[in-house]
């Protein structure tokens, strides 16, 4: 059986998102890209509040009540509309996020109880993970944060830098980073680890936050460990190094199975609301797309406006899979690559051409186009670069492993 229809729940759900992006996102969609680093604060509460009551959870990190469902659907189809109606806003929506993924991923049943309950009550908090560092970014395996063993604590040493949410996590909330840190340098892959950092944690200092180009409601901190003592058991999966596989860093990099399809989800709202746009634009200006015209009668406009709508189908298409095999507990890891190059892809060319098809209005900050266009690129950097998902892409095809193709 194959069906592409939202059930009624998403539906309802999707509509209620939308309605609410509308009138509370697009409105101060324009006042937190001006002013980087102004806390939204009265938006947050209110969206941490809805949340609380949501089935959904806005960007993951809710647990499942009902079992195999369509969480991880629900989750894409709302990232969607959050960022249809702000990506930096969505970015920046107090959650689990991509810590909460880790744990997720790569947390036992306690871990996941102890660490992502906070969640769920009390005040607004968000969790991020740490990869990147000065010296690291696509190639995870190169990460030289330390993590040494002392009594009953790990003692973690190092810099990241780019952590989406981190100084949210640390400085403004009671929540926690998700730090990957090698135990064992000479192990390669396999001494890499994820261990969690609770904000309030001695040794732990955000040393800067960015300016960025786009997302700018988004936080991304630089963080640096100095003898950050955390308990043992803030390590998520086993602290066994097994040199013969990778096991422990594959468990780790589960965590990018569930975020890709979020960020290509992310990816497609930012899309999704450049052809809305242009498609008013176009309509007002007595341009109706011809989708029943054969091919050598299109216009320009019409043909290029096809193709950004069918650029951002396919891409949904590829994200909907990737997110239905996830409800499913199926290995997605092919799929989630899939739709996070595609999408990434996608959203930088469709935004690009809606700004060239408004002309100068579309380069001018008195619309959001010039905006989306800016807040579009992040989707093929981020959870993978577009090149770093086309190779796993092709490695899983081919069959190759990664020091086959890299
Ligand atoms: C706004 C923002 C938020 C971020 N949030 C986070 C976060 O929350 N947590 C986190 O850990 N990181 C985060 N990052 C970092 C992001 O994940 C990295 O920038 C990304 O992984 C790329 O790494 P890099 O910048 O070191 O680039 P590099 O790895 O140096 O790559 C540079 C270029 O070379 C290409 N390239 C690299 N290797 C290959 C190859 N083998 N084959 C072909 N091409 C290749 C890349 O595709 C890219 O185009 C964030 C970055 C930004 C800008």
Same mark, same amino acid.
């Given at each position: ?81 959050? *960022?249809? =109606?702000? /990506? #930096?806003?969505?970015?920046? %929506?107090?959650? !689990? +996020?991509?810590? $909460?993924?880790? @744990? ?81 340098? *000479?192990? =390669?892959? /396999? #001494?890499?680890?994820?261990? %969690?950092?609770? !904000? +309030?944690?001695? $040794?732990?200092? @955000? ?85 029943? /015209? ?113």
């Amino acid at each position: 059986m194959i069906d592409f229809e939202l059930s009624k729940p998403i539906e309802n759900a999707r509509q209620m998102i939308h309605m609410m992006a509308e009138q509370t996102m697009r409105p101060i969609s324009r006042e937190y890209d001006e002013r980087e680093h102004v806390e939204p604060t009265e938006w947050h509460q209110m969206i941490w509040s809805v949340s609380q009551g949501s089935e959904v959870g806005f960007g993951g990190g809710k647990s499942d009540k009902k079992g195999p469902s369509e969480r991880h659907l629900a989750s894409t189809v709302t990232i969607e509309e959050l *960022s249809w =109606g702000d /990506a #930096g806003l969505y970015l920046s %929506i107090p959650n !689990a +996020g991509l810590g $909460g993924a880790a @744990v997720a991923a790569a947390g036992t049943p306690a871990q996941r109880q102890r660490f992502l309950a906070r969640f769920s009550e009390g005040e607004p908090k968000w969790a991020a993970m740490a990869i990147t560092e000065p010296g690291c970014g696509s190639d995870s395996a190169a990460i030289t944060t330390t993590a040494a063993r002392d009594g009953d604590h790990w003692v973690l040493n190092g810099t990241k830098i780019y952590c989406t949410s981190g100084h949210r996590a640390l400085d403004k909330s009671k929540g926690f980073v998700v730090v990957w840190a090698t135990v064992d340098k *000479s192990a =390669g892959r /396999a #001494g890499i680890k994820a261990f %969690i950092v609770e !904000a +309030g944690t001695p $040794g732990v200092t @955000v040393t800067k936050v960015e300016d960025k180009l786009g997302i700018r409601a988004s936080d991304t901190a630089e963080l640096v460990l100095e003898d950050c003592r955390i308990p043992l058991d803030n390590l998520l999966g086993s602290p066994e190094v097994k040199t013969q596989g990778s096991e422990g860093f594959k468990g780790v990099m589960a965590t990018f199975d569930a975020t890709r399809p979020a960020v290509a989800a992310s990816a497609i709202g930012i899309g999704r609301a450049a052809v809305d746009f242009v498609r008013d634009a176009l309509e007002k200006a007595g341009v109706a797309i011809r989708y029943d /015209a054969p091919l050598s009668k299109l216009g320009a406009l019409e043909r290029d406006f096809m193709e950004m709508e069918s650029n951002l189908q396919a891409a949904r298409l590829l994200t909907w899979r990737a997110s239905w095999m996830m409800d499913r507990g199926m290995v997605n890891n092919l799929e989630a690559s899939m739709c996070k190059a595609k999408a990434g892809l996608a959203v930088t060319q469709v935004t690009q051409k809606a700004v060239e098809m408004l002309g100068p209005l579309g380069y001018s900050r008195k619309l959001l186009l010039e905006k989306w266009m800016r807040d579009a690129k992040i989707n093929d950097i981020f959870e993978g670069t577009q090149q770093i998902n086309l190779m796993i892409v092709a490695r899983r095809i081919l069959g190759y492993s990664a020091k086959e193709l890299s």
